[in-house]
């Protein structure tokens, strides 16, 4: 019987939208009768419990240091247990996951991109699912929120991000998405405005296909930042992802709730299209 270790980074919430595909990934394991270690401590050890609680999925053993679980929801479905004994009381928690590990066939990991110990599990693991949680994409964020922000160029500039991100377009090299997004003489050969008003008023879809456009182009001359999209679970990860700023606007929402991610996905599939027909 395969047995598949779960663990993730203490800043997951259940509110997370990571934890859906977290769920459905379970729901998948579960329907090939494996065994789960997951671990008894608060957050991401207690979401994973709480979906196995919820799914009265039999097959789980808590691992837990110092004393008795602090966390076992399936005592009721006999979730047997195991006790690590520490060597070093201040390094328990990652004496606890090598264990687990070394007694596992997968790893399950959730990882919000930052935590050190969720990465060691990662690296150390004879083979790995990651579940990376979304971010706010904005060029106020760092990393790959900021990357694939539309104004990248602002994020590079004000230190959220180190590398540039040039774009091209029908022949013609950009500093950034945000500039070719200003580029009135680009965008009509996307769209045909009337007068700017109509453009940047009510035809509201005429700015979504322009921003998808220029997204899309940022795609296609920049594949790292496609390769890291597709690494973190391509459109599905996108969708766990928000853009939110200092003020809400025609684009910032959560998830699917945001136009801005709307346009970003658009753009990553029409890119993955365009690959395949190549």
Known sequence: M????ICGSKSISPESLVV????????????????FYVGDVSGIDYIVQ??????????????????????????DLDWKTEYVKPKNYNLRYTER???????????LAVWDGISKGTKRNIDNSKKSIVLYEGVNISSN???????????DVAAR????????????????SYEGA??????????????????ELLFWGSDSWKQDEWMTAVLKAKFLSNPDLL????????KDWLYTCNHVTDEENYWTGLGKNSIYIECLVKAYIEVLENELTE
Do not use: Q
């Open 157 to 172: 500039k004000t230190g959220k991000i180190k590398k540039e991100y040039p774009v091209n377009f029908n022949g013609k």
């Open 2 to 5: 395969t047995i598949v270790a």
């Open 50 to 75: 709480s979906i196995l609680r919820d799914l009265e999925y039999t097959n789980v053993v808590v691992w837990y240091v110092m004393g008795e679980s602090k966390h076992n929801l399936g005592k």
């Open 97 to 107: 996951d090598t264990a687990m590990l070394g007694n596992s066939d997968e790893l």
């Open 141 to 151: 964020s760092s990393g790959i929120g900021g990357a694939l922000s539309i104004n």
């Open 20 to 35: 859906n595909t977290l769920r459905n990934c379970i729901k998948s394991y579960a329907s090939d009768n494996v065994t």
């Open 178 to 195: 945000i500039v070719l997004w200003k580029d009135s003489e680009a965008m009509a050969t996307v769209v045909d405005p009337e007068d």
């Open 227 to 234: 390769k890291s999209v597709k690494d973190r679970g391509g």
